[in-house]
C-alpha cells in the first residue's frame, strides 16, 4: 500500500506570494491534518479535514487554509506569505482520525520564503 | 491547556546500550500517546501508538510505557545501533481535541548512537 505522499518536495516562493501544498492519503483513510515544523516552534497543528469537512484547526492566521476532496486528498493554501512562514510542511493520515487510529506522516514539503 | 515534553533534548550513546527516552504531558485526559522516529529533513515514521487504557507497547527493539496518572511516557530502546540516530519524538491525542486527529508534539529527543 502505498504511503502518504506530498507535492512538490521543495519550494522557494517570495514574501507576499501565495502557495498550494498538495497531500494524497493513504488509500481508505479518510482524516488528513497538517501541521508545520520549525526549529524554534517545533511541530504544530494547522487543521484537520474529515470527509471534506475542517474538524479542528490550530492557531494560525485566516492566511492559512485548506480543503479536503472527495477522494479524500487535501491542499493546503498560505497566502501572502511572510519570512517566518518557511518551515517544513507535513501532512498525516488516519483512517478516521479519533483517537484509536495511528497518524501516518507524508515526507514533507519543505518551503523557503526570501 | 495540554503540553508535552521531552528529556533531554539531546542523547549520544555507545552502540549496544540500553536507553530510555521520557515523556510528559500535563493532562492525563488522553485518548492516545504515539512515539516516532524523524530522520534530518524528512517527514516522521510511527514507531508505537499506545491507546489510553493500555500500559505498553512492543514492537522488535523497542518498549513504550504509559502511566497516564502521572503523565509519563518512556521508549526503552533495547541494544542501540548507529542506525537508530534520529530525532524521537512523543504526541498526544487529547480530550482537547475532542476524538479528532490533531496531536500535540513534544520538542523531541535527538538521539546519537556511536559505533
Known amino acids: 500500500k502505498a504511503g502518504v505522499t506530498q507535492t512538490p518536495r521543495y519550494l522557494i516562493k517570495t514574501r507576499g506570494q501565495q502557495v498550494t501544498l498538495s497531500c494524497s492519503p493513504i488509500?481508505?483513510?479518510?482524516?488528513v491534518s497538517w501541521y508545520q515544523q520549525t526549529p524554534g516552534q517545533g511541530l504544530q497543528f494547522l487543521f484537520e479535514?474529515?470527509?471534506?469537512?475542517?474538524?479542528n484547526k490550530g492557531n494560525f492566521p485566516g492566511r492559512f487554509s485548506g480543503r479536503q476532496f472527495s477522494n479524500s486528498r487535501s491542499e493546503m493554501n498560505v497566502s501572502t506569505l511572510e519570512l517566518g512562514d518557511s518551515a517544513l510542511y507535513l501532512c498525516?493520515?488516519?483512517?478516521?482520525?479519533?483517537?484509536?487510529?495511528?497518524?501516518?506522516f507524508g515526507p514533507g514539503t519543505r518551503l523557503t520564503v526570501l | 491547556k495540554q503540553e508535552v515534553t521531552q528529556i533531554p533534548a539531546a542523547l549520544s550513546v555507545p552502540e549496544g546500550e540500553n536507553l530510555v527516552l521520557n515523556c510528559s504531558f500535563t493532562?492525563?485526559?488522553?485518548?492516545?500517546l504515539q512515539w516516532f522516529r524523524q530522520d534530518p529533513g524528512k517527514g516522521l515514521t510511527s514507531l508505537l501508538l499506545?491507546?489510553?487504557?493500555?500500559r505498553e507497547q512492543t514492537s522488535g527493539r523497542l518498549n513504550a510505557s504509559l502511566d497516564k496518572s502521572s503523565g509519563r511516557s518512556t521508549l526503552y530502546i533495547a541494544a542501540s545501533q548507529p542506525g537508530d540516530s534520529a530525532t524521537y519524538l512523543c504526541?498526544?491525542?487529547?480530550?482537547?481535541?475532542?476524538?479528532?486527529?490533531?496531536?500535540?508534539f513534544g520538542q523531541g529527543t535527538t538521539l546519537q548512537v556511536k559505533p
Open positions: 498525516a493520515s488516519s483512517f478516521l482520525g479519533g483517537g484509536t487510529d495511528t497518524q501516518y
Open positions: 488509500s481508505g483513510h479518510r482524516s
Open positions: 479535514y474529515f470527509s471534506e469537512t475542517q474538524r
Open positions: 493532562d492525563s485526559a488522553i485518548y492516545n
Open positions: 499506545i491507546q489510553s487504557s493500555q
Open positions: 504526541a498526544v491525542n487529547d480530550h482537547g481535541s475532542s476524538n479528532t486527529g490533531k496531536l500535540i
